[in-house]
């Protein structure tokens, strides 16, 4: 099993989904041989682990129940698991983070935070994996709605600080967690802009910060509306600079380019970006 708190970071985390509605990948992964062959492909690109997802959370998804998702999720984990292949699970539910555990999932991605199921804490306290705990508001279906803050870096950092010390007194070993801004999720462009601008913000909370911009929307909108898979050298334009901010880790769906554009960064002396003002 991959010590994914140990590895030496930048850690890359390739995306798997394995729903027919995904904003990017959605349709073209469901069936397992296929899900199966492309994880063990970003795992050769040279990701640390594949994050493997059952449900769409594009901004008005409409949810599956916990059972379709199970469905989904746990035959790919075990066959990444059996081939080798490092495993998370990007769940907001308890049963399916359990299940996903099950077949070998090393860590598990909550992109609610524990917010959205309340047993999902002791779940994972109890396995005493890695935990994504990602900043968050609300469902897909309203989430967008949510999207109005004063100051979006001080208020996605103390949400965030909330967050882990739920995490903290559920019994999740601080050494465990993972803290993500939850770029897109209740936010406009421009705040997912503000937050990595002051990534530093996040990364002085004291936890590895995991970056997930992969072709967003927003990104869409500063390439003047260009398509999901038309993002990725935009996406891995902002990995790369969020990486020499300081965060610990990046998801994207293109592994390949993110992991060679990194393999520059490092050639060049691993230099740190800080941004003025
Ligand atoms: N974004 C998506 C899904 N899972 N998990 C984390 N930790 N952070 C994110 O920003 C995030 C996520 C959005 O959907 P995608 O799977 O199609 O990228």
New binding site residues.
């Given amino acids: 099993m991959v010590d994914l708190m140990r590895a030496t970071p930048p850690i890359v985390m390739g995306?798997l989904?394995v729903t027919p509605d995904?904003?990017?990948?959605g349709g073209l992964y469901d069936d397992l041989d296929a899900a199966v062959r492309h994880g063990a492909e970003l795992r050769l690109q040279g990701a640390h682990l594949v994050?493997v997802?059952g449900e769409?959370?594009?901004p008005g998804a409409a949810r599956v129940d916990a059972d379709t998702e199970i469905k989904r999720v746990v035959p790919v984990i075990a066959a990444l698991t059996a081939a080798g292949v490092p495993a998370s699970v990007?769940t907001t539910r308890a049963a399916v983070a359990a299940a996903a555990i099950e077949a070998g999932a090393a860590v598990v991605?909550d992109?609610s935070g524990g917010l959205a199921d309340p047993a999902m804490r002791r779940v994972v306290a109890a396995a005493g994996c890695p935990y994504?705990v990602?900043h968050w508001r609300g469902h897909s279906a309203d989430m967008q709605s949510l999207a109005a803050y004063d100051d979006v870096v001080a208020q996605v950092r103390d949400e965030l600080s909330r967050r882990v010390d739920e995490a903290l007194a559920a019994g999740i070993a601080a050494d465990q967690i993972i803290v993500?801004p939850?770029?897109?999720?209740a936010k406009t462009a421009a705040h997912n802009w503000a937050l990595t601008r002051h990534l530093d913000e996040l990364i002085a909370l004291g936890f590895p910060v995991?970056f997930?911009a992969?072709?967003?929307s927003y990104l869409g909108l500063l390439l003047d509306g260009r398509p999901a898979p038309d993002r990725d050298a935009a996406t891995t334009a902002t990995s790369v600079l969020a990486v020499a901010a300081g965060a610990w880790g990046v998801?994207v769906?293109d592994v390949r380019s993110t992991v060679d554009a990194l393999a520059v960064w490092r050639a060049t002396g691993s230099p740190r970006l800080r941004y003025e003002g």
Avoid at 22 to 25: A, C, G, K, W
């Fill in positions: 995306v989904n995904s904003f990017s990948d994050d997802g769409s959370t594009r990007d991605n992109v994504v990602m993500d939850g770029l897109g999720f995991l997930a992969s072709r967003k998801r769906h």
